[in-house]
């Protein structure tokens, strides 16, 4: 079983997974780094977590599969993908979560999580800023995500939630600004940012970036804030509650 560090994980931005979903933005997401097991694919991972049956005691506000695509660091060497999972708060989702530890355990039959997958066992956890609303799985129930590390540099998260928010608009993408609290490698409090860029579908990440370059890259702002290459993800919808 692969126990490494998560690297670069981010919950890659999609949060909201219909309209529904979007009327109660959710507050906080915890990630997790996954790959699939020898025998088995991508799609059968989303496909079986699309079957998944959920209880109004278990069920999140959105989970969301994150598939690897082009992720800076160490990521793709260890892991395929993230699993984010979405709460409308810290009370929800300790509600949530020891309702799914509770389940019993055992096999009833059938295909299970672990046969299909291995995931590591640091969770990250992380408060939600959205900075640009926008539409996302727009015709489609897979979508390309773009996300990156960001030091603060003496900048607030204020500061960081408003670039993001004239970088989503002029990307046309839905955009967020992640607070990790728990999990993951250390760094000083409040001094780093994950910034996740969701577009409405594929068809229109390629026209927004062939966009942005045409008119001869993304604005440089001068607020202190430096961030990482990007890295690309293929977000997959397999779960969105209605609120």
Not at 101 to 125: F, L, Q
Not at 134 to 148: K, N, P, Q, V
């Amino acid at each position: 079983m692969k126990i490494k560090l998560l690297l670069s994980a981010f919950s890659v931005f999609v949060f909201s997974g219909s309209t529904a979903f979007a009327q109660t933005a959710p507050n906080i997401v915890r990630s997790v780094a996954c790959s699939v097991n020898d025998g088995y694919s991508i799609s059968d991972a989303v496909e079986f977590g699309r079957n998944m049956e959920w209880t109004e005691e278990t069920a999140p506000l959105g989970l969301f599969l994150r598939e690897a695509v082009a992720v800076s660091g160490e990521f793709q060497n260890n892991w395929g993908f993230v699993i984010s999972t979405f709460y409308a708060d810290f009370s929800d989702m300790v509600a949530k979560r020891g309702a799914v530890r509770s389940r019993s355990g055992g096999r009833a039959g059938g295909t299970t999580v672990s046969d299909i997958m291995t995931c590591g066992p640091r969770a990250r956890i992380a408060l939600v800023n959205v900075a640009n609303e926008g539409e996302i799985f727009d015709d489609t129930d897979a979508t390309l995500m773009g996300s990156t590390v960001c030091q603060l540099n003496g900048a607030t998260v204020a500061q960081a939630i408003g670039r993001a928010a004239a970088q989503g608009q002029s990307l046309n993408a839905y955009s967020a600004v992640d607070l990790r609290l728990f999990g993951g490698n250390s760094f000083t409090q409040n001094s780093q940012v994950s910034v996740r860029y969701v577009f409405p579908n594929a068809t229109s990440f390629g026209v927004s970036l062939d966009a942005m370059r045409n008119s001869g890259g993304p604005a440089q702002i001068d607020d202190g804030i430096t961030c990482n290459n990007g890295s690309l993800w293929l977000s997959h919808r397999i779960y969105a509650g209605s609120n």
